[in-house]
């Protein structure tokens, strides 16, 4: 058909037939399917031709035309390989509109290149062929059904590409979003499937802290070494869910601190500085009113809330994004600020585990395959290093909190490669359901400020 600003005349006919000939395409709902989206938005006269349809279809009172003709228009706006951007109307498309249910997993290079699977720029990407990489997409989505999921944070995504064959795959509930990282080396982003569209574009943040900090654990001083860092690989976004704002920060931090040597020690560091980016990230965020959840791979141990293997960890990354102060127990500090008077300070901001209601026999999220024998050797090889962590009022909505063993090997001998036809991902799901109503009511939540 035409486009829309086609200089093809009316054709001969009745009045009423050149009428509806004429017709702005986009006012007519049986024709989405057919506009060439692309070119709507790659013409800046077209553009502005969309937004008055769509504010004259909202003064006219149809709102449900122009919402479907956003829908339509949304897969192109977030199209290419990556995909921030929020929907002009958002829908919420949760089962239970008073439950929420959280999975956050490292899906373990969730990246494919259509003809050779792995690029070779993709340090360390282990699907050697495209029906490899594909087929472990796949696998990602089957235990991803399982779990029936209201919102999805992946970490080791390459781009929207991948986001959008898995929401294929799980179902039409589903809308992909990824903002760009700045990992260069293996091209990983953060990534989020979601049941709820962010009212916000996704965002991340630019900021960068010095290390070591003066609380460091790791020692980088002794070697003399010292720099900046950011996080190459988060993501923040915005929910609104009922009368309740919701922010969540998925977060992937650096790895590579098991050794006692200096580039350790020194990545030990960073991933202080990291978490610091992230506290003033959530400290933003909490000022403004959002309950926050900050979720991911951070590649280190909570000293607070004991893995099922008891290991200590290597850095305060998990303390000092929970109070932004290592001497102080984000445990013994909730019940003073819960009965702080409004306008208590944001450096006081208390995030908690929720790992804790994990049961104990089931808290670890990862396998560290060490001596590459394909077999779970002993719990040396499992750990805790994906988190959940949450401020202060979403601490008594938290319903229940999980980690499904329910794929890879298990103790007793099995044996699952990465080359085996059903291997997910080296890490286990993280699970959460919070019960919103038994969240503060913002009339009576207590907010904090930015000194």
């Known amino acids: 058909m035409p486009s829309a600003d086609s200089e093809e005349g009316p054709r001969e006919g ?15 709902n049986h024709h989405l399917d057919d506009i060439d989206w692309q070119a709507v938005l790659s013409s800046p006269a077209r553009v502005l031709g969309l937004v008055a349809a769509l504010c004259a279809l909202l003064l006219l009172g149809d709102a449900g035309t122009a919402s479907k003709i956003w829908s339509a228009v949304l897969p192109q706006y977030n199209g290419g390989l990556y995909c921030p951007h929020a929907p002009l109307w958002g829908q919420d498309r949760r089962p239970d509109p008073g439950r929420l249910r959280i999975v956050a997993l490292n899906a373990e290079y969730l990246m494919f290149d259509a003809s050779e699977g792995c690029k070779q720029q993709w340090h360390g990407c282990p699907w050697s062929t495209a029906a490899a990489a594909h087929r472990h997409l796949l696998n990602v989505a089957i235990a991803l059904a399982r779990l029936n999921a209201d919102v999805i944070s992946l970490s080791e995504v390459r781009s929207c590409d991948e986001l959008r064959t898995l929401a294929s795959l799980l179902g039409s509930d589903y809308a992909p979003y990824m903002v760009q990282g700045s990992d260069t080396y293996t091209h990983q982003n953060m990534g989020l499937l979601s049941r709820v569209d962010p009212v916000t ?23 003399g070494a010292a720099g900046t860092q950011g996080v190459s690989k988060h993501y923040v976004a915005e929910l609104q869910l009922g009368e309740h704002k919701v922010a969540l920060v998925g977060a ?38 959002a309950h926050v959840v900050v979720l991911g791979d951070f590649n280190d141990f909570d000293r607070f809330v004991p893995d099922s293997t008891s290991n200590a960890p290597h850095s305060q990354a998990l303390h000092l994004m929970q109070t932004g102060d290592v001497s102080v127990n984000p445990y013994d500090a909730l019940p003073r600020l819960q ?58 909505a938290v319903a229940a909190a999980d980690i499904p063993l329910f794929y890879g090997p298990v103790q007793g001998g099995q044996k699952m490669c990465k080359d085996d036809p059903s291997y997910v991902s080296d890490h286990w799901p993280v699970v959460v359901d919070f019960d919103l109503a038994k969240l503060p009511t913002p009339s009576t939540r207590t907010l904090c400020r930015v000194d």
């Open 252 to 289: 992937h931090f650096l790895a590579g601190t098991r050794g006692a040597d200096a580039r350790s020690r020194s990545r030990c560091a960073q991933r202080e500085a990291q978490a610091a980016v992230i506290r003033g990230t959530v400290t933003g965020l909490a000022s403004h009113g």
């Open 201 to 223: 574009d996704l965002w991340r943040s630019d900021a960068r802290a010095t290390w070591p900090l003066p609380s460091s654990a790791c020692g980088p001083e002794s070697d």
């Open 339 to 396: 009965r702080s008077a409004p306008g208590w300070p944001c450096s006081e901001l208390v995030l908690q585990s929720v790992m804790g209601k994990v049961d104990f026999s089931r808290r670890h999220s990862v396998w560290s395959d060490l001596n590459k024998d394909c077999v779970i050797s002993g719990g040396a090889e499992l750990s805790l290093v994906d988190h959940v962590l949450v401020t202060e009022g979403l601490v008594g």
């Open 14 to 28: 009745s009045d009423e037939e050149s009428q509806e000939q004429q017709r702005d395409p986009l006012l007519d």
